[in-house]
């Protein structure tokens, strides 16, 4: 972009809605390691 070439459209960038899955994610195993492995509802 920097150079004034059009980014290709099959390139994506993450968003903010997918850091907060990822996110919530980790925070599901965390939780579940501190429960020996029981299943977390993310």
């Keep these: ?4 070439e ?3 459209a099959a ?5 903010i809605d997918d850091g907060m899955k990822g996110m ?3 925070d599901a195993c965390v939780q579940s390691s501190k429960r ?3 299943w ?3």
């Design 11 to 15: 390139v994506t960038y993450p968003t």
């Design 36 to 38: 020996n492995g029981a």
């Design 24 to 26: 919530a994610f980790v």
């Design 1 to 4: 972009k920097r150079k004034g």
């Design 40 to 42: 977390v509802k993310v």
């Design 6 to 8: 059009a980014i290709d």
